[in-house]
Structure formats: structure tokens, C-alpha cells
């Protein structure tokens, strides 16, 4: 089955700048790739996502970027806010509706 | 419109005991997941419907577990005999099947406690 590799575990991060999450996936049948943002207490937030015949997709301030040549996605984040404070998700399936394979998450820290 | 919401928020239980949690979908979605959070760790999937089947059950982690949902709507999480390594966040997701996609969308979780 699926398995879903997610580094860093935890990112601190100064206010203005980047922050980068990658994640790779072992089943190349997968080919839908989203992002959630979890902060304390809630339940996951769906952020952004990609399928497998884009290759970046821009939402404002975050991107999401594909390889699946490589069977890694990332995401990106620029000029950070406080806000942007949480842990980050990637996960992986097939389209339609399927169980998500979930990485183990990404404490990210911003730091005014 | 109103998004997924799960009841209790929290629920402390003695072990053996039996709990039921419930997941209210987003209106007009026919897929809900439901999914397991332990502390620190990432989300564990348990069970998913289609409608009121549920053709994938090979997260359920014991006998124990079972899940069901009528009228294509609300669904319930039954954990018998509880044990305290069954304390975890429980999350409830749902999705449209129209149009192929896979965007699911989480509720706020169920806090299980086992003493």
C-alpha cells in the first residue's frame, strides 16, 4: 500500500520568510496530493492540492509543486505571518473517493 | 453553508466501558471517512461509506470497532470494551463523489479519553 514520507518534522521559521515541506510517496498510482494546515485543537484544514497532470499550483502566498518522476511534492510557503503557525499535512491517493495516506506532520513555527 | 461536525467534543470513559461518537457530513456529500489521531502522530484512516456502504473497513484495528451510517447522512463510530490505547482524536471527513475529485473536508475530531 501507499506510504507517505513528510520532512521536517518541526520548522521555525523568522516572519518574512520561506518555509518549504517535502514529502514523498511510494505508490505511482497515487495521483491526488493535498495539503492541510491543523492548528491546536481543530480539525484539519484543507489548504491546497495538486493532481498528478499539474506539475505547480499557486494559491497567494503557498504553492504546491509535483514531481512525479521523483514521487515527491512539496509545499512552500512565502513571506510567513504568525498565522501561518500549525502542523502541516501532506497526504496521498488515488482521485475519486478514497482513503488519504496521511505524513506524520510538520510543526511549523513562525517567529515574529 | 455549515461544514462537518462530530459530537461529543470530548468524552472521558472508564475502560470496558462503550462509547459511540457521531459525524454529522456536510449536506449533499456522499463519502465519509473516518479517521484516528494519536497524540503527536499523523491521521490513521479506520473506515469509509459511499452512501450507506462501506466498501473499504481495513483500517478498523480490532473487532471491536464498528461503524455505520443510515440515510446516507449521519454516521456513528462504535467502540466496545474500550481500552486505554484506543485514546486518540477520532475525526470524521466527507467528500462529494461528483466530479471525480477527492477534496475531503474534516470535522473538529472527538477528544476519547480511556481511564
Known amino acids: 500500500g501507499e506510504n507517505v514520507e513528510q520532512h521536517p518534522s518541526t520548522l521555525s521559521v523568522q516572519e518574512g520568510d520561506s518555509a518549504v515541506i517535502k514529502c514523498t510517496y511510494s505508490?505511482?498510482?497515487?495521483?491526488?496530493f493535498p495539503w492541510y494546515k491543523q492548528e491546536l485543537g481543530k480539525g484539519p484544514q484543507l489548504i491546497i492540492d495538486?493532481?498528478?497532470?499539474?506539475g505547480e499550483k499557486k494559491d497567494q502566498r503557498i504553492a504546491v509543486t509535483l514531481n512525479k518522476t521523483a514521487k515527491h511534492f512539496s509545499l512552500h510557503i512565502t513571506e510567513t505571518q504568525p498565522e501561518d503557525s500549525a502542523v502541516y499535512f501532506c497526504a496521498a491517493s488515488l482521485s475519486g473517493n478514497t482513503p488519504l495516506v496521511f505524513g506524520k506532520g510538520t510543526r511549523l513555527s513562525v517567529i515574529a | 453553508g455549515a461544514g462537518v461536525s462530530q459530537s461529543p467534543s470530548n468524552k472521558v470513559t472508564e475502560k470496558g466501558k462503550d462509547v459511540e461518537l457521531r459525524c454529522d457530513p456536510i449536506s449533499g456529500h456522499t463519502a465519509l471517512y473516518w479517521y484516528r489521531q494519536s497524540l503527536g502522530q499523523g491521521l490513521e484512516f479506520l473506515i469509509y461509506f459511499q452512501g450507506n456502504s462501506a466498501p473499504d473497513k481495513s483500517g478498523l484495528p480490532s473487532d471491536r470497532f464498528s461503524a455505520e451510517r443510515t440515510g446516507g447522512s449521519v454516521s456513528t463510530l462504535t467502540i466496545q470494551r474500550t481500552q486505554q490505547e484506543d485514546s486518540a482524536v477520532y475525526l470524521c471527513a466527507s467528500s462529494q463523489v461528483a466530479g471525480g475529485g477527492n477534496e475531503q473536508y474534516f470535522g473538529p475530531g472527538t477528544r476519547l479519553t480511556v481511564t
Open positions: 505508490d505511482s498510482a497515487s495521483n491526488y
Open positions: 495538486i493532481r498528478s497532470n499539474v
